[in-house]
């Protein structure tokens, strides 16, 4: 089969994109909607329920009451900076999913639609890059609004957004050495070769994406930002009607997106057990795998394959997206030196060492002649998980987050330990802020 | 011989020494302990028929009335003791038998005596079983509601018309558990002119006023020691507010002008008192303009324009209802601005309403309750028995016009329109206080306080019992104020400061002070005699 | 009885690990979220069973020929605390005595139920009944045809000698 060439793939082009906009613009209304109902259930609660069945007409109802409110501007604002730091967030948040495959390529009498909006050869290079323009939106509202609860909101996005993006990077780089190409699509295809997602081989790697994903869209328990018990609202306390609400579009957008990042990275993408629906563009040629001898075999699209695997696709995503309300409602939120900590003392070296375990391992079994494949992933999964239990059993253990109790009688152990070393009683006052970390 | 005239006994563990004659209900009142009672009046005479004051006597062999049982020289009386409470608590068990205990719907309630003394002494719950006699209620014409279900058969009521009005009208018909008070035939109370007295002393709910029927409650009235202002007797009431409106006026006990009594005339005469549309605010008028100001700056302009029309001669007209206060306040501003006599004029009517039984008190002819101080401080009487009339050379005057209290309802439109300066102080508007320069409000009587004198002389108190409308102030302080700034000398800071100036400067009142008059009053050292035999 | 102190016993921060504890946590969450124990009332379609001696605002009681009970007595403006009540008492023209004006203020109530209480002829009530928007403020001062027209359960008194009682 032909991919789709000409004045079609303009229009199938277009399709996508409005396609695709829609379908963001939808999920992340509801999004909302979704996150109202399960914090209800969770809580024991019912959730808006007024508006429509089930209150599924609240989003709308949520919209609409945006736009007719008061938009208000604050006379010692920056106008200009001001207005534009709403927009420099939301765009960041919906562009990224243009590299993000969504399902198996779609057959069409014009040829092969590819299911993806624009499959560049940067791929995930494209996503982080763009993901680290959003916290400019933050820091410039934050700081136009020229109020100091908002500053102060600002200033945390920006130093919180820059150390999870160190361990975003870090926790990726396992998965580019498996795959070896950085678009999207080789990963989706890399992991149906497999025939293991790489939620498992590279179990480490995924926790470690996982949390930094947390932390980039500013969700509990790390929205220092937007911290309403010391921030009043953080960085968007200034902002009213559609601008507060394109924050909340952003905030939303960028947990879909991570979501849909996440689902393609560690859980397959579009693809389902099996090879069936296996589709790559293999030197030109659509195939669905490689024979024993090593010749191709073509996969065979069809409308009723890409449909399934879209809805693949958005189970695994909303799944994400259900961990993130979940994680929302359960976990309180950290302290700001504990954000800090996590991110540089734990994260930082975890993935550090976590990538020098997956080189080594990968060089070994390349070295031993093992191909690529599902024993490949067993060993694989092996050796992540050994490190995935020394973390959760070793480095967790009283290292990533305690509290101040906690810290306190560590304290009281290391004075008590720096008296011991003092035997002589020469008079020196250990003040509990001297020792410690 | 006075000594066998002292006799001593003991009432409840106290020695008191009495008078002989004096009822054991008197002397037990001398030591401050109030015996229960229904029928006996200090007013009448006592038929011992209520049965409640009995008490006990050592060595009687029953429990004795004590209304009518004269004290003897070394009894021993006990009031509380179980005997007497014993046989009190009987008493107004009987009564409840045939009460309705409708209070929540009685007039009584709160000021009755049944509920007073069951709530003290009586059982806590009735024992009767019997369907209650039920009579329903009558007019007795005139102000007077009958409820019989309520009466205690006191007979105080059929005592005063008999003893006191002298007038026959009530009765008591029926015997028994029937008994009732009544009047002859369709006759009522009708023409007679004392008979809201007899609501006054039924002790319980049986005997209500019209006018007051579900007006008010007692507990939510205020009560103000007052004058009588409807003629020149002077009774001493007290008037009953609520609101800041007088509800109804009650006879308050001054043995040497009214006794306990008071007539229907005083008793109803109180509306105008609650009138409304009064003055609130100096109103000045220049240029043909009129308009409100305060008071300070109002009367500045007074000074400065007063003086000069003074230089045509003075007229002044003040009212018999104004206080002595107000009066010689009046007076002496006019004399200051070089006039001498004060004009009043007063209504009298033809006939006097006499109590009977009570000496020295009827409803007078003059209908104003200070006609004799306006006398005593050398006022001329002016104008007809209607009170108009007789200020046909005031009215066209071309100087300084006074006026104080009197609303000039009989003068037209004209009246002051030729003076140079005209000054009405009054708590109405009227078509002749409207051509006033000065449209001065002042306080009504119910509303400053001062004193009256009545015919006898007796100058008595009154207090305020409402608030004053609007800037309206006494007479007497803004008269003060004006006759202070002409004079240099200090202006009188209460009623009491002004009627010691009037006491010092007027013969008449030489030594009366408000202390020295109290709530009864007292005689003012000469007596003058209106308008020959009244 | 003495005051009981329960002593947590803590883990030593050597041996607490966050992830673990965060699981359980989601562990807990996720129980709720499949299986809610709801509390919540739907409540304009559910009503609220309103305990018997809930005092709501007032209703007069009328007899069957739709006067009301009230014979002007004067006792709950005199025992009212917050001085709500506005009474003009009057005579009808078969002779009983009525309110002529008859205003509670509802804003300035507190609702103590002491016109009930106090009430002689068991007219004034207050009543089993909180559902109260208007639109305006002076809708809350009800005259007497409000509460005569108002249809809500009455309070039921408090009985002295069943202090307990419900």
């Known amino acids: 089969m032909e991919p789709i060439s000409g004045v079609p793939a303009i229009v199938a082009m277009v399709a996508k994109v409005l396609g695709l906009f829609t379908i963001l613009m939808l999920v992340v209304a509801y999004a909302t909607l979704a996150e109202r109902r399960?914090?209800?259930?969770?809580?024991?609660?019912?959730?808006?329920?007024?508006?429509?069945?089930?209150?599924?007409?609240?989003?709308?109802?949520?919209?609409?009451?945006?736009?007719?409110?008061?938009?208000?501007?604050?006379?010692?604002?920056?106008?200009?900076?001001?207005?534009?730091?709403?927009?420099?967030?939301?765009?960041?948040?919906?562009?990224?999913?243009?590299?993000?495959?969504?399902?198996?390529?779609?057959?069409?009498?014009w040829?092969?639609?590819?299911?993806?909006?624009?499959?560049?050869?940067?791929?995930?290079?494209?996503?982080?890059?763009?993901?680290?323009?959003?916290?400019?939106?933050?820091?410039?509202?934050?700081?136009?609004?020229?109020?100091?609860?908002?500053?102060?909101?600002?200033?945390?996005?920006?130093?919180?957004?820059?150390?999870?993006?160190?361990?975003?990077?870090?926790?990726?780089?396992?998965?580019?050495?498996?795959?070896?190409?950085?678009?999207?699509?080789?990963?989706?295809?890399?992991?149906?070769?497999?025939g293991i997602w790489f939620a498992l081989p590279l179990s480490l790697a995924f926790i470690l994406f996982l949390i930094s994903a947390f932390a980039e869209s500013n969700r509990l328990p790390f929205d220092m930002p937007e911290a309403e018990s010391e921030l009043v609202t953080g960085y968007h306390t200034e902002y009213s009607s559609m601008k507060f609400s394109q924050y909340m579009i952003a905030e939303f957008g960028h947990m879909v997106t991570a979501s849909a990042l996440m689902a393609t990275l560690f859980l397959g993408g579009w693809d389902l057990p099996g090879t069936w629906d296996n589709a790559f563009w293999h030197e030109g040629q659509l195939i669905r795998g490689f024979a024993e001898d090593g010749s191709v075999l073509m996969a065979d699209a069809a409308w009723w394959k890409t449909l399934v695997t879209f809805g693949a696709f958005g189970v695994k995503t909303l799944f994400f997206l259900l961990v993130y309300i979940w994680v929302r409602w359960t976990l309180p939120r950290f302290r700001y030196d504990q954000v800090m900590a996590l991110g540089w003392k734990v994260m930082l070296p975890t993935g550090l060492g976590y990538a020098m375990l997956m080189a080594v391992t990968i060089l070994s079994l390349d070295t031993v002649g093992m191909t690529y494949g599902f024993t490949y992933g067993l060993v694989l999964t092996g050796v992540s998980g050994l490190a995935t239990l020394a973390f959760l059993f070793f480095i967790d253990r009283g290292h990533?987050?305690?509290?101040?109790?906690?810290?306190?009688?560590?304290?009281?152990?290391?004075?008590?330990?720096?008296?011991?070393?003092?035997?002589a009683g020469d008079g020196q006052v250990v003040l509990p802020s001297a020792v410690g970390d | 011989m006075a000594e066998s005239n002292e006799i001593t006994l003991t009432i409840d563990g106290h020695e008191v020494s009495v008078r002989k004659g004096t009822t054991l209900l008197q002397a037990a009142q001398e030591i401050g302990t109030s015996v229960p009672h229904y029928c006996y009046h200090p007013g009448m005479s006592s038929p011992a028929m209520c049965r409640l004051c009995l008490v006990e006597v050592e060595g009687a062999p029953k429990p004795m009335p004590s209304c009518v049982t004269q004290a003897q020289d070394g009894q021993v009386v006990h009031t509380e003791s179980e005997l007497a409470l014993d046989m009190r608590r009987g008493v107004l068990e009987f009564y409840l038998v045939n009460h309705p205990l409708d209070c929540p719907i009685c007039d009584q309630s709160g000021e009755c005596k049944l509920q007073d003394y069951v709530h003290e002494e009586g059982r806590e719950h009735g024992r009767s079983r019997e369907p209650k006699r039920v009579f329903g209620r009558d007019d007795f014409g005139g102000d007077v509601l009958f409820y019989g279900d309520r009466c205690v058969m006191c007979t105080r009521c059929v005592r005063f018309m008999n003893e006191v009005e002298q007038d026959s009208r009530l009765t008591v018909v029926e015997r028994g558990n029937r008994s009732i008070i009544d009047t002859f035939f369709e006759e009522g109370l009708e023409g007679t002119y004392w008979h809201g007295n007899i609501v006054d002393i039924c002790p319980v709910g049986a005997l209500v006023s019209k006018d007051f029927l579900h007006k008010a409650r007692a507990w939510d009235l205020d009560h103000t020691d007052s004058v009588c202002p409807s003629c020149s007797q002077g009774c001493n009431v007290s008037l009953h507010t609520r609101d800041n409106l007088v509800q109804r006026i009650k006879p308050r006990e001054n043995l040497a002008v009214n006794g306990w009594w008071m007539c229907d005339y005083g008793r109803m005469n109180y509306e105008w008192i609650n009138a409304g549309h009064r003055l609130e605010a100096p109103l000045v008028r220049a240029d043909g303009d009129t308009r409100a100001m305060g008071w300070k700056e109002a009367l500045k302009a007074l000074l400065e324009r007063a003086p000069t029309a003074a230089a045509h001669g003075v007229k002044a007209v003040a009212s018999p209802h104004a206080s002595n206060e107000d009066l010689a306040a009046f007076q002496a501003l006019v004399r200051d601005l070089g006039g001498e006599d004060v004009l009043y004029r007063l209504r009298v009517v033809e006939n006097e309403r006499p109590?009977?039984?009570?000496?020295?008190?009827?409803?007078?002819?003059?209908?104003?309750?200070?006609?004799?101080?306006?006398?005593?401080?050398?006022?001329?009487?002016?104008?007809?028995?209607?009170?108009?009339?007789?200020?046909?050379?005031?009215?066209?005057?071309?100087?300084?016009?006074?006026?104080?209290?009197?609303?000039?309802?009989?003068?037209?439109?004209?009246?002051?329109?030729?003076?140079?300066?005209?000054?009405?102080?009054?708590?109405?508007?009227?078509?002749?206080?409207?051509?006033?320069?000065?449209?001065?409000?002042?306080?009504?009587?119910?509303?400053?306080?001062?004193?009256?004198?009545?015919?006898?002389?007796?100058?008595?108190?009154?207090?305020?019992?409402?608030?004053?409308?609007?800037?309206?102030?006494?007479?007497?302080?803004?008269?003060?104020?004006?006759?202070?700034?002409?004079?240099?000398?200090?202006?009188?800071?209460?009623?009491?400061?002004?009627?010691?100036?009037?006491?010092?400067?007027?013969?008449?009142?030489?030594?009366?002070?408000?202390?020295?008059?109290?709530?009864?009053?007292?005689?003012?050292?000469?007596?003058?005699?209106?308008?020959?035999?009244? | 009885m003495a005051i009981s102190v329960k002593v947590m016993e803590r883990p030593e921060p050597e041996e607490t690990s966050y992830l673990r504890a965060a699981l359980s946590g989601m562990a807990l969450t996720f129980k709720h979220l499949i299986n809610p124990v709801k509390v919540t009332q739907q409540y304009p379609e559910e009503q609220t069973d309103l305990h018997?001696?809930?005092?709501?605002?007032?209703?007069?009681?009328?007899?069957?020929?739709?006067?009301?009970?009230?014979?002007?007595?004067?006792?709950?403006?005199?025992?009212?605390?917050?001085?709500?009540?506005?009474?003009?008492?009057?005579?009808?023209?078969?002779?009983?005595?009525?309110?002529?004006?008859?205003?509670?203020?509802?804003?300035?109530?507190?609702?103590?139920?002491?016109?009930?209480e106090v009430c002689p002829v068991e007219a004034i009530h207050v009543g089993r009944h909180f559902e109260n928007a208007e639109y305006t403020r002076d809708r809350f001062v009800y005259d007497l045809d409000r509460l005569m027209e108002q249809e809500h359960p009455t309070t039921l008194l408090w009985d002295p000698s069943d202090p307990r009682s419900e």
């Open chain 1, 400 to 423: 990533t987050i305690a509290g101040a109790a906690a810290l306190n009688r560590q304290r009281a152990h290391a004075a008590r330990h720096a008296r011991g070393d003092n035997p």
């Open chain 3, 52 to 116: 018997p001696r809930w005092r709501g605002t007032h209703r007069m009681e009328v007899h069957a020929d739709g006067r009301p009970k009230c014979v002007a007595c004067g006792l709950c403006p005199t025992v009212c605390p917050a001085n709500c009540i506005r009474l003009v008492g009057g005579e009808d023209d078969q002779g009983n005595r009525y309110p002529i004006v008859y205003e509670i203020d509802e804003f300035r109530c507190i609702f103590c139920g002491m016109c009930q």
């Open chain 2, 355 to 534: 109590l009977k039984g009570f000496p020295n008190l009827a409803r007078r002819r003059e209908l104003a309750p200070n006609a004799d101080g306006a006398e005593l401080l050398g006022m001329t009487r002016v104008g007809d028995d209607d009170a108009s009339g007789g200020l046909d050379e005031v009215a066209d005057h071309d100087g300084l016009i006074l006026v104080l209290g009197d609303d000039l309802d009989d003068q037209g439109e004209e009246f002051g329109r030729n003076a140079a300066c005209y000054i009405h102080l009054g708590a109405h508007g009227g078509t002749a206080p409207a051509n006033a320069h000065f449209l001065l409000p002042v306080t009504t009587f119910a509303e400053q306080e001062g004193t009256f004198t009545n015919r006898d002389g007796r100058v008595q108190r009154f207090w305020p019992s409402m608030e004053t409308a609007g800037a309206a102030r006494p007479p007497w302080f803004v008269l003060g104020v004006l006759l202070a700034e002409r004079t240099g000398a200090p202006a009188a800071r209460s009623a009491a400061e002004s009627f010691a100036q009037l006491s010092s400067r007027v013969d008449a009142f030489a030594g009366l002070t408000y202390e020295g008059l109290g709530a009864r009053g007292a005689v003012v050292n000469e007596t003058v005699s209106l308008t020959g035999g009244g």
């Open chain 1, 111 to 194: 040829g092969v639609v590819d299911m993806i909006v624009a499959d560049v050869p940067i791929g995930i290079l494209y996503v982080l890059a763009l993901s680290s323009l959003g916290v400019y939106g933050l820091v410039l509202g934050g700081w136009a609004s020229n109020n100091k609860y908002a500053f102060l909101g600002g200033l945390r996005a920006s130093a919180q957004m820059v150390s999870y993006e160190v361990a975003l990077g870090l926790s990726l780089i396992p998965v580019l050495m498996l795959v070896g190409n950085v678009t999207l699509t080789e990963m989706v295809w890399q992991q149906q070769q497999m």
């Open chain 1, 38 to 109: 399960i914090s209800a259930w969770i809580q024991d609660r019912s959730g808006p329920n007024r508006v429509g069945p089930f209150g599924l007409l609240q989003p709308i109802a949520d919209g609409i009451k945006n736009f007719l409110k008061e938009e208000t501007l604050p006379a010692t604002a920056n106008r200009l900076f001001f207005v534009l730091a709403p927009m420099i967030t939301i765009t960041p948040a919906l562009v990224v999913f243009a590299v993000i495959p969504v399902a198996a390529p779609l057959a069409t009498p």
